[in-house]
């Protein structure tokens, strides 16, 4: 049973979540229909993690293992007709070790927090940014960024529903960039911890108004409590870039 | 009656075009109903142009006089609660001299033509993009484009619908590029036919397939007959990107 790594892109808004569950449609549950579908194998979809509802991927990455042999080109476009209508699709599909699992092979993650500064609501990107009419500064927002960058103890900028065992990560990189009328926030870590990314988001908010310090930033992150960062941006704005692996041997 | 510009973005995909028409709601509507729950006022708005269903504008500008001195922050924001839950946002609002014409003050329009050139089908772009399989040649597409540069009969570029009297017209920049998975079709004119984008869209991309050479465009064009260029690519892919004014003396 050959294994195959599926890079995929979806629309967050419709479904529960990356995840399985009984409150309704997930990413995951999408997939495997299209797959049972497509080769009448009922199958497990690994994803390399969980996206909660209404976040975004254009590059989440699951592996599944599949009878038959078929070439990677028809694993991707058979899935992709069998999914529609669902705002979801395989990007691209590959063949990899049976050793491979997307999530703990995976080295790295790749989120992008999209903020839409401007009066006017958002049309075109309605659904995929976080509209906020107060002008931000960008300058400051990237300064308190920096302040989160590194090895800490992140408890207060995760879910208090975060079933990590340790709250002790290493974000990698957290830029702060305007393009026109967007606030890009981009975060990159080995892993995250529950709205990690969207409590950060939160935060930066806050200090893109002037209603933070950079000294607020810090106190919060030192507080190691919940309550004391910023309020958990709207999933709407998150988008999983990418996930990292090693290079082939 | 102090007369506002109003600079417009919009959705093309719920709507029968910009023009009021019977058979469904135009963008126009919505904005003249907007207006009449703000003021109370039944107006017209004035567009810089027609779009056809479908076609998306992130900068269509439209005039309108409106009764009582409203700041123009008062009636960007009114404007967009009461447009709610339309699709349609005005970015900007300002007074304007009563001379001012949406229509007939504009002295350039530029458009963009969104490819979405990859196997999968599209997902977070989907309804902005046409999405091609096939890979595209983008160098073949601009040398094929720049012969369609400059002041030319484009009766084989225009719908056999189009209502203008002449089919001469400059066209002053056509560019393709790609970035990442996209192909981006930029065009620049004082005014277009209509049809006229997405049927030079339809055509490159026969170029970008290699089923049509730079001649055969040539021939299309010299032919001044809407058989002999390609097809209409479909109006989700595009946008009108912007309407451009003599500057303010």
Redesign the interface.
Known sequence: MPRYRLTI???GGPFVGWQRQDNGPSVQQALEQAIARFCGETVAVHGAGRTDAGV?A?GQVAHVDLGGDHAP?TV??AV?FHL?PA?????DAAVVPSDFHARFSAIGREYLYRILN???????E?G?VWQVAAPLDVAAMAAAAAVLVGRHDFTSFRSVMCQAESALKTLDALTVERSGDEVRIEARARSFLHNQVRIIAGTLKRVGEGRWSLADVEAALAARNRDRAGPTAPPEGL?LVAVRYPPSP
Chains 1, 2 share one sequence.
Do not use: C
């Open positions: 892109e979806y629309d975004h254009l080109e991707r476009n992709n529609r705002p979801v699709a395989v990007l401007r009066a006017a609501p958002a049309v075109l309605r995929r988008t």
